[in-house]
């Protein structure tokens, strides 16, 4: 792990004495999705390790036709404890409040962009020329904010015209990029972005509700047991898009009659429309449950808990905390080998990987699962799961601090 923060060509610093002043700038609470729940808890992790942190985020995020389920989570319930000091300043149809908004940040040590779709690349382009312009008041001798990115998608998982442009523009416009993947670091590395340095550090944790507590880990050890001619429980969870590959899961269903699939989340467009219509094939009748709609994080702890296999079988991917959450509540995961999934699953130990796009091989994944014996022997292999390691050294990233088994 590399130190980066990079304001006059040294590592971002505060007074002697006392954590950085720092501004992350991203969607939070109320916002849905895995980037705000990450968000929200950066904030929680960065202050827990000493620092001032302000979180500035959106009371607008999307225009509707982008965005066309809810955009914030049904009824305001968290999935994870909003942090304290988030402010809410920014709106995508107020130019004005992109520039004021960096104005307000100049006098902070650091500020943390999170960089996640080409829409908002202008919001994020002019809120870093206004924290650039309105340092330059600062008096004589006093280092301007040190400016980092973290990039969740270097290229963007749906090609928009001009969409990597914008990207890649935004990313160049910073001191420092923080990605969670070293397919990602390559993918920096070939759009020319590491002339400003790129620092790869797994994606931290956030887990809804954090690891299961007394009752989630009674739910997942009461799971019932498959009797035989029971079928296998297999369950996906999220927003149903094209690169999830959830149509393909249930292709190679049909094939497989000792397996039932769960399609848990929200359905946009003709992603959702693919699921819905394979649904209702003939040869998955009664084994399909689809349950449309955004789920809580209260709910995904019982949902798991009803399940015996947890699928993951994008078509492509970056990096995701899915396998972790799968892990941490008893499954074994199915995944195939794109973005974080293949250091994530150890094939034959705690899940089973195959190659992505390729039915015949989820095929026989899902009869291997649904062998007799083969679930207990994957959920022996399960390992631990630690919450605060990977966050220490996310935040040692992110603040520039090289961490003492990074030196060794």
């Known amino acids: 792990m590399t130190s980066f923060l990079v304001q006059s060509g040294g590592p971002a610093s505060g007074p002697p004495g006392r954590g950085l002043r720092i501004a992350i700038v991203g969607p939070s609470h109320p916002f849905k999705g895995g980037v705000a729940a990450h968000t929200t808890q950066t904030a929680h992790a960065l202050a827990a390790a000493g620092h001032e942190v302000e979180l500035v985020s959106w009371s607008r995020l999307y225009p509707h036709s982008l965005y066309p389920g809810e955009q914030a989570v049904p009824e305001g319930g968290p999935d994870l404890p909003p942090y304290p000091n988030t402010t809410r300043p920014l709106r995508w149809d107020r130019p004005g409040t992109w520039w004021n908004t960096g104005k307000h940040l100049r006098d902070v040590d650091l500020v943390i962009v999170v960089v996640v779709v080409p829409i908002q690349v202008p919001s994020l382009l002019t809120l870093v020329r206004s924290i650039r312009v309105a340092s330059r008041g ?144 003939p040869a998955l009748a009664g084994r399909v449950d689809v349950r449309p709609g955004y789920v809580a994080g209260v709910d995904i702890p019982p949902l798991l808990a009803r399940h015996d296999v947890l699928a993951l079988p994008y078509r492509h991917a970056t990096a995701s905390q899915n396998v972790l959450l799968g892990h941490a509540h008893g499954l074994p995961v199915l995944a195939t080998s794109v973005g974080t999934f293949g250091d994530d699953v150890h094939d034959g130990v705690d899940g089973l990987l195959v190659p992505p796009g390729d039915v015949p091989a989820l095929v026989s994944a899902l009869k291997q699962l649904a062998a007799p014996g083969e679930l207990d022997r994957l959920r022996a292999g399960l390992p631990d799961i630690d919450l605060t390691g990977p966050w220490d050294r996310y935040v040692a990233a992110l603040t520039g601090v090289t961490p003492v088994e990074s030196r060794r």
Do not use: C, F
Not at 177 to 188: D, F, G, P, T
Not at 196 to 219: K, W
Not at 244 to 249: R, S, T
């Open 138 to 281: 600062r008096r004589v001798g006093a280092p301007k904010p040190g400016i980092v990115a973290i990039a969740h998608n270097v290229v963007p998982h749906e090609t928009h015209p001009g969409g990597e442009l914008l990207i890649r523009k935004m990313l160049r416009s910073v001191d420092g990029i923080v990605v969670h993947s070293a397919e990602q670091a390559q993918l920096a590395h070939d759009l020319g972005l590491d002339r400003r340095p790129v620092v790869t550090v797994p994606l931290a944790p956030h887990l809804p509700g954090g690891l299961p507590d007394r009752a989630g880990r009674q739910l997942a050890a009461a799971r019932p047991a498959r009797a035989e001619g029971d079928p296998l429980r297999v369950l996906t969870l999220g927003m149903v898009r094209e690169y999830k590959g959830y149509d393909l899961l249930l292709e190679a269903a049909k094939g497989v009659p000792e397996v039932s699939v769960t399609v848990a989340g929200e359905q946009w467009g003709a992603a959702g429309e693919r699921v819905r219509e394979l649904a209702a094939d």
